[in-house]
C-alpha cells in the first residue's frame, strides 16, 4: 500500500515539476505571437489631440520601447516573483483582475461539465444496449447534430427563442442589480435563469462527442467474455449494463476528459462573449481587442495551468480506476 502512495506521489511531483517548463514555452509563444500584430497599445490613444510627446511617455512607461526579447525577459523576471504586470487602462494588478473572473468562469464549466456527464454517460451506455434501435438512430442524429453546430450560432439562436421571442430567460450577465439587497436565496436562482442559456449551449455542443466515445467503449465492452459470463449467471440487464460493463468503458473516457477541457475554455471565451457573462473568457477577448498585453498574457497563462491541472486530474482519475497503472503491471 505504501509503495503505491509513494509511486503516485513520485508521480504527481513529477508532473507539477514538468509544469513550470511548459508554462515557459506556452508564455513564449503566446508572448511573440502577439507582438507580432500591427501597432500595439497606445494606438488606442490614435486622436489629432493627443500630443505625440505624450503617447511617446506612455509607451516608455508602459516599457513598449524597447526590444521585444527585452519585453518578455522582464516579464518572465516579474511573472516567477508571482507579478504578471498591470492592466493597461484599468491600471490595477493582472492577478487582481483575474481572480475576480475566475469564479465566474469556473462556475460556468463546473455546471456545464456536470450537466454533460449526467447527459452523455446514459444515452452512450443505453444506446449501445440497443444498438441500431430507434433509440440508437435518434441519439445518432443528435450527436451528430450538436457536433455539426457552431456554438456561436447556437448560443445566438438560444437567445433569440428563449429571451428575445418567449423572454423565459436573461439575455446577459450573471446577475440582476436590482437584486442587489436580495436574499442569498433569491441571488442564486437569479444566477440560475442566467447561466441557464449558457450551459445549455455548452451541454449541447459537448453532450455530443462524449456520448459517442461512451457508446463506441461500451459497445466494445459488452463483447468481452466476463460480460458473457455476468449474463450467464442471471445477473439483471441493468447491473450488467452500470456496474460491469460502464466501469470498464469509462478508463477511456477519462482520458478523453481530460482532453475536453481545453475545448470548454475556448468554448468558454466565445460563449461568455455573446452572453455578456463577466468571466475569463470574455476579459481575454475584451483584452485582445484592446491589446491589453499584460493581461492577455495573464489570461493565457492562467488559463493553460488550469487545463495542465486538469489534465493531471484525469491522469490521476485513470490511475485510481485502473489498478494496473498504480501497480505498474501490464496485464
Given at each position: ?109 463546473g455546471t456545464s461539465l456536470f450537466f454533460i456527464l449526467l447527459i452523455s454517460i446514459p444515452l452512450g451506455v443505453i444506446s449501445a444496449y ?186 490521476l482519475l485513470y490511475s485510481a480506476a485502473d489498478p494496473r497503472i498504480r501497480t505498474g503491471r501490464k496485464d
Amino acid at each position: 500500500m505504501w509503495d503505491i502512495i509513494l509511486k503516485m506521489r513520485s508521480h504527481v511531483f513529477k508532473r507539477l515539476i514538468s509544469i513550470v517548463p511548459l508554462l515557459i514555452g506556452i508564455s513564449l509563444i503566446s508572448f511573440f505571437v502577439m507582438h507580432l500584430a500591427p501597432g500595439d497599445p497606445t494606438a488606442l490613444f490614435a486622436d489629432p489631440s493627443v500630443d505625440p510627446g505624450e503617447l511617446l511617455r506612455i509607451r516608455q512607461n508602459w516599457g513598449l520601447d524597447r526590444p521585444v526579447y527585452i519585453q518578455y525577459f522582464y516579464w518572465v523576471k516579474n511573472a516567477l516573483r508571482g507579478d504578471l504586470g498591470t492592466a493597461y487602462i484599468v491600471n490595477r494588478p493582472v492577478l487582481e483582475v483575474i481572480a475576480e473572473r475566475i469564479p465566474a468562469t469556473l462556475l460556468l464549466m463546473g455546471t456545464s461539465l456536470f450537466f454533460i456527464l449526467l447527459i452523455s454517460i446514459p444515452l452512450g451506455v443505453i444506446s449501445a444496449y440497443k444498438k441500431g434501435g430507434i433509440f440508437d438512430n435518434l441519439v445518432s442524429v443528435l450527436s451528430f447534430a450538436g457536433m455539426s453546430m457552431p456554438s456561436f450560432w447556437l448560443a445566438l439562436m438560444l437567445m433569440l427563442v428563449f429571451s428575445v421571442q418567449l423572454g423565459l430567460f436573461p439575455a446577459g450577465g450573471m446577475s440582476d442589480p436590482l437584486l442587489a439587497h436580495a436574499s442569498v436565496f433569491e441571488k442564486s436562482l437569479d444566477t440560475a435563469r442566467h447561466m441557464a442559456l449558457p450551459v445549455l449551449t455548452m451541454v449541447i455542443i459537448g453532450f455530443a462527442g462524449l456520448t459517442r466515445y461512451v457508446r463506441s467503449g461500451t459497445l466494445e465492452v459488452l463483447c468481452q467474455n466476463y460480460i458473457k459470463a455476468a449474463r450467464a449467471k442471471g445477473l439483471p440487464e441493468h447491473a450488467v449494463l452500470f456496474k460491469h460493463a460502464l466501469r470498464n468503458s469509462l478508463l477511456p473516457l477519462i482520458t478523453i476528459l481530460g482532453m475536453a477541457i481545453p475545448d470548454l475554455f475556448a468554448g468558454a471565451f466565445i460563449i461568455e462573449t455573446i452572453f455578456a457573462w463577466p468571466g475569463m473568457g470574455r476579459l481575454g477577448v475584451g483584452a485582445i481587442f484592446s491589446r491589453n498585453y499584460p493581461l492577455i498574457m495573464g489570461v493565457v497563462l492562467i488559463s493553460s495551468f488550469l487545463i495542465i491541472i486538469g489534465n493531471l486530474a484525469a491522469d490521476l482519475l485513470y490511475s485510481a480506476a485502473d489498478p494496473r497503472i498504480r501497480t505498474g503491471r501490464k496485464d
